[in-house]
């Protein structure tokens, strides 16, 4: 009935700016990631007062459902210091972790930092997201780092990923908090399926991205939970 198609229509719409919502405070995280401190931060837009709280320490993030894409560029982030009372109830729960994949899984822009491309990466644990946002590249890397550490030139070969692919799949790891350069921080082996007998090799078959340039803000609706 119509009703009930306006109705459908409506809630797709809203869940699509939930989306670019969360993409453009995942930008906001990923440009702030050296200046911000592992803090509460009350995020503030200057004529609509708190529109986000980003917890860093119990790593949380609520957002006010009246915060839209183009408010993002304008607010500031305020840290909040002693009794800190809780965000509204009715707003939204993500944490950064989650905000910093749909930005760096769905921008064009190369968020891989520089250091990404000579050392050793090494895996650190499975991405703190839902398995369902994982690609076939990003399992095919985990799949590879569960092997041992190596360097992108020797991810490259092993899954046959072109270097794009792999910088964009790789910032997308680091960003979901999954990889590192640094050996200390690598985690234990994660049991990523394999049907492989024998000795492990690295081959796995790429999914490529898809087609087109700019950022991706319009993805399917990815079910937050």
């Known amino acids: 009935e119509p009703g009930q198609s306006l109705t459908a229509l409506a809630g797709l719409e809203a869940a699509l700016v939930d989306v670019r919502t969360d993409f453009a405070l995942g930008g906001a995280l990923v440009r702030q990631l050296e200046q911000i401190q ?28 009246l915060l839209l894409p183009e408010h993002v ?9 002693g009794a800190i009372e809780p965000p509204p109830a009715q707003w939204r729960r993500s944490s950064p972790t989650r905000l910093r994949w749909i930005h760096a899984d769905r ?31 990003h399992l095919a ?24 692919m792999l910088a964009h799949a790789l910032a997308t790891l680091f960003h979901g908090n999954a990889i590192t350069t640094t050996p200390e921080r690598a985690g234990p082996a994660l049991g990523v399926p394999d049907s492989r007998e024998g000795e492990a090799s690295r081959t796995t078959d790429p999914q490529p991205l898809p087609p087109g340039g700019g950022d991706l803000t319009a993805p399917a609706p990815l079910g937050l939970r």
């Open 38 to 65: 592992k803090r509460v931060y009350a995020v503030r837009h200057p004529h609509r007062g708190e529109m986000a709280r980003v917890d860093l320490v119990q790593r949380e993030v609520a957002v006010s459902p």
């Open 73 to 81: 560029e304008h607010l500031i982030w305020e840290p909040l210091a």
């Open 107 to 137: 921008t064009q822009r190369d968020l891989l930092p520089s250091r990404y491309r000579h050392r050793t990466i090494h895996l650190r644990h499975a991405p703190n997201v839902p398995a369902r946002w994982l690609s076939d590249v």
């Open 141 to 164: 890397l985990l799949r590879e780092l569960t092997l041992g550490p190596g360097t992108m030139a020797e991810l490259g070969r092993s899954t046959g990923v072109d270097d794009r």
